[in-house]
């Protein structure tokens, strides 16, 4: 344990300690079997290790440089036990044979630190991308501004995918709050592009056959631009310089 460390290693936490210590007690005992089990057997025995491990919120959350380099020091201290203990029974361990169990170390290590490396690596693009999925998710509250009317704020880069996403539970927002209007606020967009603006007016389309009116504020230059660019009118729908411009004309008083 190393507090100046971030991650499991620089743990005060009691648990999270005694958890790590748990998980090297069992990487010892496993790593010690490769000198008692054939080989495909003491493969697979650490494999179940090598996934709990790699998938370990803990050690998702340390750097992996840090994690690569306690496999190392590992490695470093069997390497010293097994010197050590040749050098007190020369009569008994020859040459070759501290040469086979330097290899054996040297290898497994190499082994347990290519799968680890890959499992870990999968395990935290997979958290990751679960974060960005639930950020998304969470990035289209449809605000009640007063009965039956509510805004949608519309903030940062709208990606395809964040825009597809952010429409359907709009749509789904505005059916449960039985809205008859809902503002859509683009004035933190900076830029949206050809198919993010096609989708904008398919929501306003969907939303129209759900009997929401729609009212949008804050297109920037760059977005009227790009309507333009791609036909598309702003014909039976009204639009704002700003939120506060919308609200006004319409007389809505924040619940």
Same mark, same amino acid.
């Given at each position: ?114 799968? $680890? ?65 809902? $503002? ?16 904008? $007016? ?54």
């Amino acid at each position: 344990m190393d507090k100046s460390k971030a991650g499991v290693y620089g743990s005060t936490d009691p648990e999270k300690v005694a958890l790590l210590k748990k998980q090297n007690h069992e990487f010892h005992l496993r790593f010690c079997a490769m000198f008692e089990k054939e080989n495909h057997e003491f493969v697979a025995d650490f494999q179940d290790w090598i996934e709990t491990i790699a998938k370990d919120e803990a050690h998702l959350d340390t750097p992996i440089v840090e994690v690569i380099e306690e496999f190392f020091r590992t490695q470093q201290q069997y390497l010293e036990e097994i010197g050590a203990y040749a050098l007190s029974h020369k009569d008994k361990v020859s040459h070759e044979r501290l040469v086979e169990w330097t290899k054996a170390v040297v290898q497994t290590i190499g082994k347990v630190i290519v799968e $680890f490396t890959d499992k870990n690596s999968k395990a935290a693009e997979k958290r990751m991308n679960s974060q960005q999925q639930m950020i998304v998710e969470m990035s289209a509250p449809v605000i009640l501004l007063a009965k039956k009317t509510g805004m949608l704020p519309l903030i940062g880069e709208i990606t395809p995918h964040r825009a597809e996403i952010m429409f359907e539970k709009a749509l789904a927002q505005s059916s449960k709050h039985n809205l008859e209007k809902l $503002f859509i606020d683009l004035s933190g967009v900076p830029l949206i592009d050809t198919m993010v603006a096609q989708q904008v $007016f398919q929501l306003i389309k969907g939303l129209e056959i759900i009997g929401v009116q729609v009212a949008l504020s804050g297109i920037s230059p760059v977005i009227a631009q790009t309507a333009v660019q791609l036909g598309i009118k702003f014909i039976d729908i009204e639009v704002y310089n700003t939120l506060a411009q919308a609200l006004k004309q319409n007389r809505v008083h924040l619940v």
